[in-house]
């Protein structure tokens, strides 16, 4: 019980076998997770983050007891998740984006009624705990209303009242605010905001850097399995300190245009962005180098936006930060 530490990660590790093919099988494996380790303080509101794939999944759900680690530990709140799975399970709650788990044709309030049946949640308590998490969502006043008529952000707001009905210590939330429009990502931000307010530790996975410098406390960024930075969003920002930002936007910019845009000299990271019709192109260069005139140049023929030269942001960092993986 006494841990400091919320989440102990040591060593963590996990690989998939799989078989592939029909008529020839042939086995293969993947090195999801390849030796994490982390700790995270009790109340502390913590952020994984990476590309698709990374292992940031996977590696909550070692934590989270769904899955036997190949190798390493981990304990939450000082429990080994997978000896002490029953004392782990009792302190965690686990909500994963998207819209499957919830009933639509409930209301909110059903909902929630029904799952703090399921979840053993005594009596008693059940009334007065529902109107606490409807009001730390933001839900008061909509919990009559069946799920079917929820949009995404609500939908996902529930299922965050849902993983607390049990009253965790440690909240893991993978990926909340996929396909949440930005209004209803910023009210999402808020509920996750209110629950590190309250005591509660939460691991959060998210694609968006933005949301991570936001409300983490502290992020780590995992690549290829791999851990390849873990620090205070400051401290991540300085990875991205000495470069300067060109940002392009661009419809239809050839590949062989992008691999040129790396090979300009003082130039250390690009990324593209697809925004429908729209590519965003970022070029980080030497902050003393001007290299706009030769990005433009390497553009030549290409329909461009908006054209703009700026300080590095924290997803910047990111940026370098994955691609040095
Ligand atoms: N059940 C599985 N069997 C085989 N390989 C798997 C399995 N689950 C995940 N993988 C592989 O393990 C690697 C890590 O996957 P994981 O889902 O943990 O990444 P992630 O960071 O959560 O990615 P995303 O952001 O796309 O959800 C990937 O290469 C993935 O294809």
């Not at 192109?281 to 003393?288: G, Y």
């Amino acid at each position: 019980m006494g841990s400091e530490y919320a989440i102990e990660a040591e060593g963590l590790r996990r690989t998939y076998r799989t078989r592939t093919g029909w008529l020839k099988p042939r086995r293969s494996e993947v090195e999801a997770v390849r030796g994490i380790d982390l700790t995270v303080r009790r109340g502390e509101l913590f952020g994984l983050l990476g590309p698709n794939g990374a292992g940031k999944t996977t590696t909550i759900k070692m934590l989270n007891t769904l899955l036997i680690p190949t190798a390493g530990t981990a304990r939450i709140c000082g429990f080994d998740v997978v000896t002490r799975t029953r004392e782990v399970r009792r302190r965690i709650g686990y909500v994963f984006g998207g819209d499957r788990g919830l009933y639509d044709r409930l209301s909110g309030l059903d909902n929630l009624r029904y799952f703090a049946e399921l979840y053993g949640v005594p009596p008693h308590q059940q009334k007065s705990a529902i109107a606490e998490l409807l009001d730390l969502v933001g839900l008061t006043g909509r919990e009559h209303e069946r799920v079917e008529g929820y949009s995404r952000g609500m939908r996902q707001r529930l299922h965050i009242a849902r993983g607390l009905l049990h009253d965790p210590d440690v909240l893991f939330l993978d990926e909340p605010s996929i396909g949440v429009d930005p209004v209803a990502a910023r009210e999402l931000r808020r509920t996750v905001g209110n629950l590190a307010a309250n005591g509660t530790t939460v691991l959060l996975t998210t694609h968006y850097m933005a949301e991570a410098d936001e409300l983490c406390d502290r992020i780590a960024v995992i690549a290829d399995g791999r851990l390849q930075a873990l620090g205070t969003p400051a401290e991540l920002r300085s990875h991205a300190d000495g470069r300067r930002v060109v940002e392009v936007e661009a419809y239809g910019v050839p590949d062989s245009a992008i691999a040129a845009l790396r090979g300009l000299p003082g130039v250390r990271e690009t990324a593209v962005e697809e925004r429908g019709t729209l590519q965003l192109l970022t070029v980080q260069s030497d902050a003393h180098l001007d290299v706009q005139g030769d990005v433009l140049r390497e553009l030549a023929g290409v329909r461009l936006g908006r054209v703009a030269s700026r300080e590095p942001t924290l997803e910047d960092a990111y940026v370098a930060i994955v691609n040095a993986a």
